[in-house]
């Protein structure tokens, strides 16, 4: 019976397919999404301002 021969592994791998998690956040932080991204940003801080105890500021006097 002829020996088992073992293959040497090199310290590369083969370039895999991105997963879910890296291809959305490269979406997001292309050139191409920015104003959507900001314009989303915008409206979550406003939301967070106006739910917050903050918001009392705009009452009137």
Do not use: C, D
């Not at 040497?8 to 920015?34: D, M, T, W």
């Amino acid at each position: 019976m002829p020996p088992k021969q073992q293959l040497a592994r090199s310290g590369r791998q083969k370039p895999s397919e991105p997963n879910y998690v890296s291809a959305v956040i490269s979406g997001i932080i292309s050139q191409e999404n920015r104003a959507v991204v900001t314009a989303v940003g915008m409206f979550v801080a406003g939301v967070a301002f106006l739910h917050s105890s903050w918001s009392e500021i705009l009452l009137p006097a």
